[in-house]
C-alpha cells in the first residue's frame, strides 16, 4: 500500500476513533434509530389494520344487532383456539412485562395474529372491552422477532420490548408522547428505565407516523369549559380525584375476582367464555341498548357534552369485567376511558366544575389509578384535550394514582417504590405475589 494511502487512512482511523470518543452515544442512537423504525414502520401499519377492522366490526355490529346472539358461540370458538393452539401467549399483557422483567425465549409471534382475531371477533358479536391490549400484544409480538436478526442481549431486548408497547399505545390511541412514558412506566411502578427513552419515544413517534400515512383517524374530544386555576376548583379536582381513585380500584379488584370465579366454577376453559357470553347477550337484548358493548366512542364523546347519569359508568363497569374475565379478548383501556369519562360527567351534579373538564379528568385518572401510570395518562391528557387543562389532569392521575392503592390490571406489574413508606416492603414483588 502507497505511504499516502497508509497516511489517509490511519488519519481516518484516527479521527473516526476520536469523534466516538467525544461522542459515545452516536452508536447507540444509529442503532436504535434503526431499530426504531423498523419497530415504527411495522406496529403503526399494524395498529393502522387493526383500527380500520375495529371500526368495521363495529358498524356490521351495530346494523345486524342479532349477531349479538351468537356471542357465546364466538366466545366458545376463541377459547377452543386458545386453550389448544395459544396457551403460551395467554397471558397476554403479562407476558409482555414479564418478559422486560426476566427475558425469557422469544414471544412466539402467533400472539399477533391470536389476539387479533380474537378481540375483532369480540367486537364484532358484542362483547365490551378495548384496544389497548390488542395493540400492545401485537407491538410486542412484532417486534421480539428482531431479537435474533440484531443479535440483542437480554438487556437491549428488555428495551425492544419496551419501545414496542410504547410503539403500539401510541399508534392505537394517535398519543405518541403518552405511549412512550407509559412503556416506560407501566412495567416497574416509580421508577422508570432511562436507557430505554430515546428507543421508546423514537418507536412511538415513528409508529403514530405510520398509522397517520394509512389516513386512520383518531377520536378527537373537546373541553369546551376550563376555570382559572383558583383554590377551590383545585379542593374540588381533588375530590374528583378521589373517586376516580376509588372506581380505578373497584375496577382493578372486580375484574381479578371475576376472573378467579370462572376459573374456579369452570374448569374447562372454552367454556367460560359462552357463559360470560350468555350474560352479556340476554343483558343487551333485556335493556335493548348497545350502548354498554363495543369501545363505547360515542357515548365517551357525549359525556363531553352533556351530563350523564350515574348508572353509565357502573353498567359499563359490570358488561367489561364479565366480558374479559370470562376469557373475551381486547383491552381494558378504552372501557376504563368510557367509565372514568362517564363517571366524570356523572360527578358534576355534586362537585361544581364543568362537566366536560371533569369527563376529561375521568378519562384518564381511572386509567392512571388502574394501571399504576400517572406520567403517561398527564401526558396523554394533554395531547388530547389540550395544555390548558394540564394541572387539573395532572391533580386527577396523582390522587388516582396514591388512592387507588395496592390494585392493577396488570397482575405481572412489580411495584419498583412504594406509593407509602408504610408498604416499602412490597418493593421488587409483583401484584400477583401480593
Not at 488519519?11 to 461522542?23: A, L, M, N, P, S
Request: charged residues 15%; hydrophobic residues 50%; aromatic residues 14%.
Amino acid at each position: 500500500m502507497p505511504k499516502h494511502q497508509r497516511t489517509l487512512r490511519a488519519k481516518t482511523v484516527f479521527y473516526t476513533q476520536f469523534f466516538f470518543r467525544k461522542y459515545p452515544a452516536l452508536p447507540y442512537i444509529a442503532k436504535w434509530l434503526c431499530i426504531s423504525f423498523i419497530i415504527g414502520a411495522l406496529v403503526g401499519t399494524a395498529s393502522a389494520g387493526f383500527l380500520q377492522s375495529l371500526e368495521w366490526a363495529t358498524q356490521f355490529r351495530e346494523n345486524h344487532i342479532w349477531i349479538i346472539a351468537f356471542l357465546p358461540v364466538a366466545g366458545f370458538l376463541v377459547g377452543l383456539l386458545y386453550y389448544y393452539f395459544g396457551k403460551n401467549v395467554e397471558a397476554g399483557n403479562n407476558l409482555l412485562i414479564e418478559n422486560i422483567h426476566e427475558p425469557k425465549e422469544i414471544i412466539p409471534f402467533k400472539m399477533a395474529p391470536f389476539v387479533y382475531l380474537g378481540t375483532i371477533i369480540t367486537h364484532l358479536f358484542g362483547g365490551s372491552a378495548g384496544r389497548e391490549g390488542t395493540a400492545l400484544q401485537m407491538a410486542g409480538a412484532i417486534a421480539d422477532q428482531l431479537t435474533k436478526p440484531f443479535r440483542l442481549d437480554q438487556n437491549e431486548r428488555r428495551i425492544l420490548i419496551i419501545s414496542a408497547i410504547a410503539a403500539g399505545f401510541g399508534s392505537v390511541f394517535g398519543t405518541p408522547l403518552a405511549g412512550a412514558v407509559f412503556g416506560l412506566e407501566v412495567f416497574l411502578i416509580g421508577k422508570i428505565r432511562y436507557n430505554a427513552i430515546f428507543p421508546a419515544f423514537a418507536s412511538a413517534i415513528l409508529a403514530n407516523w405510520a398509522t397517520n400515512l394509512w389516513n386512520v383517524k383518531h377520536t378527537h374530544y373537546h373541553i369546551d369549559f376550563i376555570p382559572k386555576l383558583e383554590f377551590l376548583p383545585i379542593i374540588y379536582s381533588i375530590l374528583a380525584g378521589i373517586a376516580f381513585g376509588v372506581c380505578a380500584a373497584a375496577f382493578s379488584r372486580g375484574i381479578h375476582w371475576a376472573g378467579s370465579v370462572f376459573k374456579s366454577k369452570i374448569k374447562y376453559p372454552p367454556l367460560r367464555p359462552v357463559i360470560g357470553g350468555t350474560l352479556v347477550a340476554l343483558a343487551v337484548f333485556a335493556m335493548g341498548t348497545t350502548r354498554y358493548i363495543g369501545l363505547g366512542i360515542p357515548t365517551i364523546v357525549e359525556s363531553f357534552d352533556t351530563q350523564l347519569p350515574l348508572s353509565d359508568f357502573a353498567l359499563k363497569m359490570i358488561f367489561t369485567i364479565v366480558t374479559l374475565a370470562a376469557g373475551f379478548k381486547g383491552g381494558e383501556v378504552t372501557p376504563l376511558f368510557f367509565i372514568g369519562a362517564t363517571l366524570g360527567s356523572a360527578l358534576s351534579l355534586i362537585i361544581p366544575l364543568p362537566f366536560g373538564l371533569l369527563a376529561g379528568m375521568g378519562f384518564v385518572a381511572v386509567f392512571a389509578g388502574a394501571t399504576n401510570t400517572p406520567l403517561a395518562c398527564m401526558l396523554m391528557g394533554i395531547e388530547l384535550f389540550g395544555s390548558e387543562s394540564g394541572v387539573y389532569i395532572a391533580i386527577a392521575c396523582i390522587v388516582s394514582y396514591l388512592l387507588s392503592g395496592n390494585n392493577s390490571i396488570y397482575t405481572r406489574q412489580k411495584i419498583g417504590q412504594a406509593k407509602n413508606r408504610r408498604f416499602d416492603h412490597l418493593n421488587d414483588k409483583s401484584f400477583s405475589d401480593l
